[in-house]
């Protein structure tokens, strides 16, 4: 730049870039629950991942073919890593707009009066202190129950290959409900250990149509003539019947009746005070639907930004 009479004049440079404050960017927290650990990453709404951070999850092996974990036990490592992931990515929990959870398709046991982990662990199924109330999804206990399944031929299972695995979570239900006290089963409500996690992140009985469906038998209701969800007839073929009691209470009822079920990505709720105070979160950030964790790979997969140049 030139004055006017031709001498150069020299410019102050400046960052009218400085001026602004820097943007704040949203964040958003994962957990994922595997077979031996829990592991949280916090992530900004570019998809940067800014801290990592991983915890080993207790396995009780009470007899060969059985393997049990706590929600206890995992929720206490879900909060620790989350406290640390926060911590070390400095980042402000003011600025975390959502957190997800995926699990091991894994059953979950709860008491539906007092909402307290229910032992798995026969023949007494006493708790020993450790709230053994999650049967793993590689536990083989039930293998009359499998097979009494299968051979219903019904015709939900379709849905699942023709025949339910044994590691899915209905032939786990009907082995407690052939061994538990039968004053014990009654108390008993079912979750996948997904849903499990957002139950205890907000309080709510909302469950994930990823987990039913796939895991538990569920048809959506319109689906090939399915009313309320759940089978009832098929329940009363495999010995059941007691859990279609008050429209399938214990299984997380009939959604928009008596029960609700959200598709992936949709939210539950949001944090409960408890929760947040054990996560060392704000109250009230979303909690997105849980899903199966081979399920949340492959979501986060097809989300991938893949350069094939």
């Not at 219903?152 to 290959?161: C, P």
């Not at 598709?263 to 009230?284: D, K, Y």
Request: hydrophobic share 35%; proline share 5%; glycine share 10%.
């Amino acid at each position: 730049m030139y004055s006017l009479n031709h001498k150069p004049i020299k410019v102050m440079e400046h960052s009218f870039a400085m001026d602004r404050p820097p943007q704040v960017l949203d964040h958003y927290i994962g957990v994922d629950v595997g077979t031996g650990s829990a592991r949280a990453c916090i992530i900004d709404e570019t998809g940067d991942i800014k801290a990592l951070a991983s915890e080993n999850i207790k396995l009780w092996q009470p007899e060969t073919g059985y393997y049990e974990q706590s929600t206890t036990d995992i929720w206490q490592c879900i909060c620790e890593c989350v406290r640390r992931v926060v911590s070390e990515s400095t980042v402000n929990p003011s600025s975390i707009k959502g957190i997800g959870f995926d699990a091991t398709c894994s059953l979950a046991v709860f008491t539906h009066d007092t909402d307290e982990p229910m032992p798995v662990t026969g023949p007494d199924f006493a708790n020993d202190g450790n709230d053994r109330n999650v049967i793993l999804w590689l536990d083989h206990r039930p293998v009359e129950e499998t097979e009494k399944i299968n051979n219903t031929n019904h015709k939900l299972l379709k849905y699942v290959g023709g025949k339910m695995s044994i590691e899915m979570e209905m032939p786990k239900v009907l082995w407690l409900k052939n061994h538990m006290p039968p004053e014990m089963f009654e108390r008993a409500k079912f979750y996948d250990l997904a849903d499990a996690l957002t139950h205890l992140a907000t309080g709510n009985e909302t469950r994930s149509y990823c987990s039913v469906v796939c895991k538990q038998g569920f048809v959506p209701v319109g689906v090939d003539g399915s009313v309320k969800g759940w089978q009832e007839d098929f329940y009363h073929d495999i010995g059941l019947g007691d859990l279609t009691k008050d429209d399938f209470k214990q299984m997380g009822g009939v959604n928009g009746v008596s029960g609700t079920y959200v598709s992936a990505g949709e939210p539950v709720g949001t944090l409960s005070r408890l929760a947040a105070n054990q996560l060392g979160l704000p109250m009230g950030i979303p909690v997105g639907s849980g899903v199966i964790d081979a399920y949340a790979g492959w979501i986060g997969t097809v989300g991938a930004k893949v350069d094939l140049g």
